[in-house]
């Protein structure tokens, strides 16, 4: 049976979704979830695009644009007063001016695009485009709105002893080993468990592992709540169907495990996630290779938590006859301009390897669904380089400073040729360990992939106009995913 906090909370849901609704007759508005795990590319993407749109982009497949029906598309304030607006004019600047990438988004924020389009028919129409931005790590905590905290315990430890991550661990699973859940509840044991635990989980992420599946996400990406108890706790050794003695310090961690979810990720689902008409998955395949097989099984296991939990709070009446249901949902492989065209095809059957299992399961069955390979900006060209007798498809572009190959540190100046290894033709028994040698478990020059950051790419203010970004089939994922309500 529904508790009574679910029953006020599907309400609430509710009631905003009715808000919405009313909006939404008057004037035709879509909410695109740009949704990816922490790097994935929103940032980068939601600029290309909203650049694409304003300025008018090359963008020959996205139909309305390219055959002139569509005659303005501004930025209009946004709909919601307590949410900042999407820095889109900074990020753009540090994009085209400082040939920079944004920096890694720390707070959620929004952004609005009215859209002046002629229908096919003839007729004048505006659609609204509100896209919400936030930090891929609050991604993570969706699967755990349905979780409870031994549920939960059981899971992370479980997770933190196997493969790559039980080394990291280990300073956590000592600590781990000297606490009696049973024992009275103790503050400073839980802090060291909760600063041990984030200690771990920041280790994960480290390109080496890059590690997806890593909750609690607001323990890498605090914000405000730094340093708060809802923020300070840990996963204990407690039976997964056990209850907690009043006064334990398992009682503890569960009032805050509880406390978190309630402060924490229901607003951000209540207000955010359970609005959307329409997703982009944004998936960074390319970070997962780089890093070795484990990375790629726990992106798969953080894509299908969080593809399970679109459908959380679906259920009342009331909720499906206003709630928007998502219809709509492209996965992206984003980054594909590391990869010679050649291996973008290969970058989308392993796409959709990663989304089939867990589409299988989730709701979302009933909405179309595609999978493409992006680059929301492309920084790099295409080259054949000869090595020895051969012509090899390479990439050509500036690496970040700092990067390193073959030995070489780069300056981020100097504009290099490189082969990153074609991605594999056959995808059976990739995700599982020794399919290939990632920086987890070799040296770089041992690596089977190793893909470098490239700085954005140099552009050209001809008569003082912004240059078009150079992208990657960002024209095909606009097509798909707004092409339709703007026939
Ligand atoms: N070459 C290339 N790199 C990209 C592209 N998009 C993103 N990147 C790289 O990926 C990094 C992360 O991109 P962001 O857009 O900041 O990712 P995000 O999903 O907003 O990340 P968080 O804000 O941390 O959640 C950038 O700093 C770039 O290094 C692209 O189209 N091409
Ligand atoms: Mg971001």
């Not at 994960?204 to 592992?209: I, V």
């Not at 509880?258 to 207000?271: M, S, T, W």
Request: proline content about 6%; aromatic content about 8%.
């Amino acid at each position: 049976m529904a508790s009574l906090s679910e029953l006020v909370e599907e309400a609430r849901l509710s009631a905003r979704a009715l808000l919405d609704y009313g909006d939404g007759l008057f004037n035709p508005t879509l909410r695109l979830g740009v949704t990816g795990l922490s790097r994935a590319g929103k940032t980068v993407f939601i600029t290309a695009l909203v650049h694409g749109l304003t300025r008018g982009g090359k963008f020959p497949v996205f139909e309305s644009l390219a055959t002139g029906r569509i005659a303005k598309a501004r930025l209009a304030p946004q709909p919601d007063d307590a949410v900042p607006r999407f820095a889109y004019e900074q990020h753009l600047a540090t994009l085209i001016d400082e040939r920079r990438w944004p920096n890694s988004t720390t707070d959620i924020s929004e952004l609005r695009l009215v859209i002046d389009y002629q229908r096919k028919n003839g007729a004048e129409r505006t659609l609204t485009l509100d896209i919400v931005d936030y930090p891929g790590e609050w991604l993570l905590d969706l699967p755990l709105l349905n979780k409870s905290y031994e549920a939960w315990s059981a899971e992370s430890l479980a997770l933190s002893r196997q493969g790559p991550r039980a080394a990291i661990a280990a300073g956590f699973l000592a600590h781990l080993a000297t606490l009696d859940p049973a024992a009275p509840e103790n503050e400073q044991f839980t802090l060291t468990a909760a600063k041990l635990f984030t200690d771990y989980l920041r280790a994960c992420r480290d390109e080496r592992f890059a590690m997806s599946l890593l909750p609690p996400g607001r323990f890498l990406m605090p914000g405000n709540l730094a340093g708060s108890p809802a923020l300070t706790f840990a996963p204990l050794d407690v039976p997964a169907d056990g209850s907690a003695p009043d006064g334990s310090l398992w009682a503890m961690m569960k009032r805050r495990y509880e406390a978190y979810k309630d402060v924490v990720v229901r607003p951000f689902y209540r207000d955010h996630f359970a609005r959307l008409d329409r997703q982009i998955v944004l998936v960074d395949a390319l970070s997962a290779f780089n890093a070795g097989p484990e990375a790629l099984h726990d992106l798969e296991a953080a894509l299908a938590g969080i593809l399970d939990s679109f459908r959380i709070g679906r259920s009342s009446i009331l909720s499906t006859l206003f709630r928007p249901r998502v219809d709509r949902i492209l996965f992206a492989a984003t980054k594909a301009d590391h990869l010679h065209h050649l291996s973008h095809d290969r970058l989308e059957d392993v796409l959709k390897q990663i989304v089939r299992k867990a589409l299988a399961r989730s709701e979302l069955s009933g909405a179309a669904v595609d999978v493409v390979a992006i680059a929301a900006v492309r920084a790099t060209k295409e080259a054949l380089v000869q090595q020895g007798r051969d012509k090899l498809p390479s990439i050509l572009g500036t690496p970040v400073a700092g990067e390193s190959a073959n030995g070489e540190i780069f300056d981020g100046e100097t504009e290099v040729a490189t082969f990153p290894g074609d991605l594999p033709t056959k995808l059976d028994g990739l995700f599982t360990g020794g399919a290939f040698t990632g920086l987890s478990s070799a040296t770089a020059d041992k690596a089977d992939y190793r893909f470098l950051k490239f700085r954005p790419p140099l552009l050209v203010r001809e008569a003082g106009a912004e240059p078009a970004l150079p992208h990657i089939r960002l024209d095909r994922a606009l097509q798909f995913l707004i092409g339709d309500r703007l026939q």
